[in-house]
């Protein structure tokens, strides 16, 4: 599986915007599940937000719940995370990844925040906040 990721802006200030996306090559991202994670400096990987392939229930943490939205756009066959109110406690490097294999969302939580089942990863994007 191949993904092509990126940022849509730069440097941004906390209270600001920005959104990342990735765009999938030889597959069909509304067969799977996916999931954004992220990875501040000297701190473990954990999960931000995910959203099934069946169904399209999404789950958030509670730190970006209100603030980040994960969608797709099945067309563009590409998964968007829209960040909205950012802070500079979301400076970290982003990464996408995806699951073929259908989970409630709590049995995908059952896995652990550090990947949540996930088995295919993108390439990280670094997201920084200033104050």
């Known amino acids: 599986l191949r993904f092509s990721c990126r940022r849509w802006g730069g440097l941004v200030q906390a209270g600001g915007s920005l959104r990342l996306s990735c765009a999938g090559s030889?597959?069909?991202?509304?067969?799977?599940?996916i999931g954004w994670f992220r990875q501040a400096p000297g701190k473990d990987r954990e999960g931000v937000t995910f959203?099934?392939?069946?169904?399209?229930?999404?789950f958030y943490v509670d730190s970006v719940k209100g603030r980040f939205t994960i969608f797709r756009d099945n067309a563009k066959n590409t998964v968007y995370l829209q960040m909205n109110n950012l802070k500079p406690e979301d400076t970290a490097v982003y990464y996408c990844?995806?699951?073929?294999?259908?989970?409630?969302?709590?049995?995908?939580?059952?896995?652990?925040?550090?990947?949540?089942?996930?088995?295919?990863w993108g390439q990280g994007t670094l997201v920084t906040v200033s104050s």
């Open positions: 990844a995806v699951d073929e294999e259908q989970m409630s969302v709590s049995d995908r939580l059952l896995h652990g925040e550090t990947y949540w089942g996930m088995h295919y």
């Open positions: 030889g597959f069909a991202l509304d067969e799977y599940a």
């Open positions: 959203i099934s392939d069946s169904d399209d229930s999404t």
